[in-house]
């Protein structure tokens, strides 16, 4: 049950949602509550792996410095979400009271918490898009507000922070956290090698070794230019969705004239845009099964795995888990205070080595596919001059402030402790990005019927084809595979194995292949290994994040 500010009564928590294609999502209007992300689980795990970071960064829960530890007594989380900023705040703040204010109910039940911390949260649900914050004036001398972006139109952020600056008491502070909506995308040379595997299928080769390529019908379609990237039209329906609700993709651009003008005393941090991760090595190919392997499985008995004789492999010990529990924060800021590493620890000292390579003649490439690690195969003279490349590009041009100086504005984001994160962090930043574009699918679809039905040469250019025949099952069977594609495409290029290895998992050995199935693998290996000699630099600095810092003050009166 949940606290509805319209009417002050208690509510299901499913009311407010609809569930749509297998996902949750609320069920609000569009035009009066915007926000097209998904509720899914995999999605509110993001709020609690970003705020992580902040912590692990920060090693606080505020980015405020507050003179003196003079902490709030009053603060409100507006869009808190899950709750998870509110749970470490309470930790760090024990004489304060807080209040979250979200559209949905999908926070941590009271019920589950302590008492102590139980006894100063209450959670408040309401849209502030269409109506007034449920607070008197300068009843709150603090207010947090991270990644609210997705949800407000540009012309609804004037009026969002007068209110703001409403319920702020004199000398009140409001910190805002935002990130630009970005589409990471992947060049055609990383996901080329992974559709190798498909075509196949269009040529005949023979024992002499000569082949015969089938050739294609010719399409009904028009020349259509060469896409950018193979995600191009994903790409064209995720932006379409913000574009078409209002919403500005680059809210830390105007973020400051709208905060600027209800705020005096301003703090703005310059953006930081994180690049892209270095490519991951690949995984060793399996190994081979042995000939008689058919006949082994079909002579053992069922229940082998308990009558067999062999002895037990010795068990590996098991790495401490990293939980990104809301209820359970409290182990960020420990991990962040102590030696242990973490998801975030520099492991350049950990000597750590992968994998890579297994035909022989693809190793000379394999330098160029290691993570930014020391690697145990190598001299110690050579990894000692490994150069670590920065993880980030600042924009110190977009810093700004007023009367409170620039340096202020440079502490907002500890670029020292950043600069101390291992490379593999970057495939944090990736991920959150690329799930928060899978969190929108639904409104993408929609966005695709609503071009299928009116707006057909938009999609013609992105390579869809336009059958007016083509169901809409047709077209949503379609569209899901269209999805799932980019979704295992940005998953090898994160390579989750790569940082459990990291932090100290080893890594699973892959079932064995017979020997059709391994020259198949050793082909597609190949392709890979020689598709990255392709990278640039470009390729490895372009942003899959931005985020940006606001501080600002209430003129004490």
């Not at 899914?40 to 003179?67: C, G, I, T, W, Y």
């Not at 932006?239 to 105007?254: G, K």
């Not at 145990?376 to 001059?385: P, V, W």
Request: charged share 20%; hydrophobic share 35%.
């Amino acid at each position: 049950m949940a606290l509805d500010s319209t009417g002050g009564r208690r509510v299901p928590r499913n009311r407010d949602f609809l569930n749509k294609h297998g996902h949750r999502h609320h069920s609000y209007d569009p035009e009066k509550a915007p926000y097209p992300l998904s509720y899914d689980r995999q999605v509110l795990e993001l709020e609690n792996l970003d705020h992580s970071f902040v912590m692990h960064v920060k090693k606080s829960a505020s980015v405020v410095q507050f003179p003196g530890h003079i902490f709030p007594r009053h603060s409100l989380d507006l869009g808190c979400g899950g709750g998870t900023w509110i749970l470490d705040a309470a930790k760090e703040w024990p004489d304060c009271k807080f209040v979250g204010f979200d559209l949905v109910d999908i926070q941590v039940p009271i019920s589950l918490l302590e008492p102590e911390i139980a006894s100063r949260i209450s959670w408040v649900h309401g849209n502030f898009l269409t109506t007034k914050l449920p607070f008197d004036d300068d009843e709150f001398d603090h207010v947090h507000m991270h990644s609210l972006g997705r949800g407000i139109p540009e012309n609804k952020w004037g009026v969002l922070f007068e209110e703001v600056n409403r319920v702020l008491r004199p000398g009140g502070v409001v910190e805002v956290l935002e990130d630009d909506i970005l589409f990471p995308t992947l060049p055609t040379w990383f996901t080329a090698p992974l559709r190798a595997r498909n075509k196949r299928s269009d040529s005949v080769h023979y024992p002499n070794g000569s082949h015969h390529h089938s050739d294609k019908p010719p399409s009904s379609q028009p020349d259509i230019p060469p896409l950018p990237h193979d995600h191009a039209l994903l790409e064209s329906l995720y932006y379409a969705v913000f574009e078409n609700r209002f919403i500005n993709l680059r809210p830390t651009a105007i973020l400051p004239i709208y905060f600027t003008s209800n705020f005096r005393q301003v703090i703005s941090a310059p953006i930081v845009h994180f690049r892209m991760p270095t490519i991951p090595p690949l995984q060793a190919l399996p190994q081979p099964l042995p000939p008689n392997a058919l006949l082994m499985e079909a002579s053992l008995p069922s229940d082998r795995s308990e009558t067999t004789s062999q002895p037990h492999a010795p068990l590996t010990p098991r790495p401490i888990a990293i939980s990104l529990s809301s209820t359970n924060s409290s182990a960020t800021s420990k991990s962040a205070s102590s030696g242990e590493s973490s998801l975030f620890s520099n492991m350049e000292s950990s000597a750590l080595s992968y994998p890579t390579t297994s035909p022989a003649d693809c190793s000379p490439h394999s330098q160029a596919l290691s993570c930014d690690t020391a690697n145990t195969s190598g001299s110690q003279s050579r990894t000692a001059h490994v150069v670590k490349k920065p993880l980030y590009i600042v924009d110190s041009s977009a810093a700004e402030s007023t009367s409170m100086g620039v340096a202020a504005s440079q502490s907002l984001i500890p670029l020292g402790e950043i600069d101390k994160l291992s490379e593999r962090s970057l495939a944090m930043h990736l991920y959150f990005s690329y799930q928060s574009v899978l969190a929108c699918q639904e409104a993408m679809y929609e966005e695709l019927l609503d071009r299928t039905r009116n707006r057909t040469g938009q999609l013609t250019e992105w390579g869809w084809d336009t059958d007016q025949e083509l169901s809409e099952l047709e077209s949503r069977t379609k569209f899901e595979i269209l999805v799932d594609r980019y979704k295992r495409d940005m998953q090898a290029r994160i390579s989750l194995w790569c940082s459990l290895a990291e932090l100290g998992w080893s890594v699973p050995p892959r079932e064995a292949m017979s020997k059709a199935e391994l020259v198949e693998e050793e082909r597609l290996y190949r392709a890979m290994l020689e598709a990255r000699q392709l990278a640039s630099e470009e390729d490895l600095y372009t942003p899959c994040r931005s985020v940006r810092v606001f501080v600002g003050y209430k003129d004490i009166l």
